[in-house]
Nanobody, 116 residues
Framework: EVQLVESGGGLVQPGGSLRLSCAAS????????MSWVRQAPGKGLEWVSS???????NYVDSVKGRFTISRDNAKETLYLQMNSLQPEDTAVYYC??????????GGQGTQVTVSS
């Protein structure tokens, strides 16, 4: 059974930083692309970033230069370093198995709130 457990969210002021983590289990983590997706209040699910099994990364335009996705295959953990956070980044962030357009979201997500 695929399990994805997100952590690291919280309340941060505009311009601040957070690092999200996702602990994966139930599949061979190193074989799969992984993604972060988010859902802002009242909006649909938005793909944010992906990292391939070969460490190639992609980002939605709105987070380029501010967010960095990474993975530690030995720990079976996915990360999202978020810098220069803005109120429009407020959302529930989910870890997903797969890449943009072909992913399976799992877990309960972690809430990120950017507010002064």
């Amino acid at each position: 059974e695929v399990q994805l457990v997100e952590s690291g969210g919280g309340l941060v002021q505009p311009g601040g930083s957070l690092r999200l983590s996702c602990a994966a289990s139930g599949f061979i983590f190193s074989n799969y692309a992984m993604s972060w997706v988010r859902q802002a209040p009242g909006k649909g699910l938005e793909w944010v970033s992906s990292i391939s099994s070969g460490y190639r990364t992609n980002y939605v335009d709105s987070v380029k230069g501010r967010f960095t996705i990474s993975r530690d295959n030995a720990k079976e953990t996915l990360y999202l370093q978020m810098n220069s956070l803005q109120p429009e980044d407020t959302a529930v962030y989910y870890c997903a198995k797969g890449s943009r357009g072909d992913y399976t979201r799992g877990g309960q997500g972690t809430q990120v709130t950017v507010s002064s």
